[in-house]
């Protein structure tokens, strides 16, 4: 049944609300879910975010902006340690570690926001598999994260006293454990990115981000594997953040506008 259809008629499938996911079946066109009261009408257009809850779009601008504020974190932190590598210094080095947890826990928890599952959303293919598979490879890198730090710290105050050489060296072994986890769940957490990407593209719509998600599918873990130069690295993080500010720039256009179109001379340039 069309959404203009309104007026005397009632709703004759079981349609849930597109904000609470109350069925509404039986009640009017021209109604309101009696739960928290979205209009019938607008739970009939279909699954794109402009006519999402406005809460649920805010949570996904919020994460994309902090996912994005993440990466340039981390490339300004690798210019420093490049630096620091020159300079010398273990103390130095741990202080940048710390500002590189603060770094990583900011993308982490825009990751999570990011993944936020949509309560309203109207079709049976709601991304759960690889949202769900983001948000476990999230919490694994952040205990990693933690106890990398955590455990490097430890060994380098340790290591100045004879007597505690060997258990610096064993923290340090557990450090490097706690570092190649981190490793494994970034790997997953990224290939669990794209496929969620690919999954939210076509609800913005984009094509750009969709085709932008395929692609670093496969060339971002080539461009890293190959770490020979600095330039490789470099170029995946830069169209990995495109392609997220290409998000974030749909999903303020939506907020703003009310509507987006895949318009590249309109939206994203």
């Known amino acids: 049944m069309h959404p203009s259809d309104t007026g005397t008629k009632t709703l004759e499938t079981h349609q849930p609300c597109i904000r609470c996911s109350y069925d509404l079946y039986g009640l009017p066109l021209s109604g309101s879910c009696p739960e928290c009261g979205v209009a019938v009408e607008r739970s009939l257009r279909g699954d794109l975010l402009q006519y999402a809850d406005d809460n649920y779009r805010a949570t996904l601008l919020r994460g994309v902006s902090l996912i994005m504020f993440g990466i340039l974190a981390h490339l300004v932190l690798f210019i420093l340690v490049m630096f620091a590598g020159i300079a010398g210094g273990a103390g130095i080095g741990f202080a940048l570690s710390i500002l590189s947890l603060a770094a ?3 993308g982490l928890y825009g990751y999570f926001l990011y993944a936020s599952p949509d309560p309203g959303q109207l079709s049976n293919n709601r991304g759960e598999k690889p949202r769900q598979i983001l948000r ?3 919490v694994v ?26 258990a610096a060296e064993g923290v340090m072994m557990l450090s490097a454990v706690a570092g190649l986890a981190g490793s494994v769940a970034w790997i997953v ?5 794209m496929l969620y990407t690919k999954w939210l593209s076509p609800r913005i719509p984009s094509s750009r981000v969709l ?6 599918m496969w060339l971002g ?15 995946a993080l830069i169209m990995y953040y495109n392609m997220f500010s290409w998000i974030r720039k ?5 907020r703003d506008e009310g509507e987006y179109f895949d318009d590249p001379t309109k939206i994203l340039n």
């Open 250 to 254: 749909a999903l303020i256009t939506i």
């Open 141 to 166: 890198s952040a205990i990693a994260a933690i106890g990398q730090i955590a455990l490097g710290g430890l060994a380098l105050f340790m290591a100045p006293t004879p007597g505690q050489v060997g």
């Open 221 to 235: 873990p080539v461009l890293f594997l190959l770490f020979c130069t600095v330039v490789t690295p470099l170029i």
């Open 211 to 216: 085709k932008r998600a395929s692609l670093l």
């Open 104 to 106: 990583t826990a900011t």
């Open 136 to 138: 476990v490879a999230i």
């Open 189 to 193: 957490q990224f290939f669990a990115a």
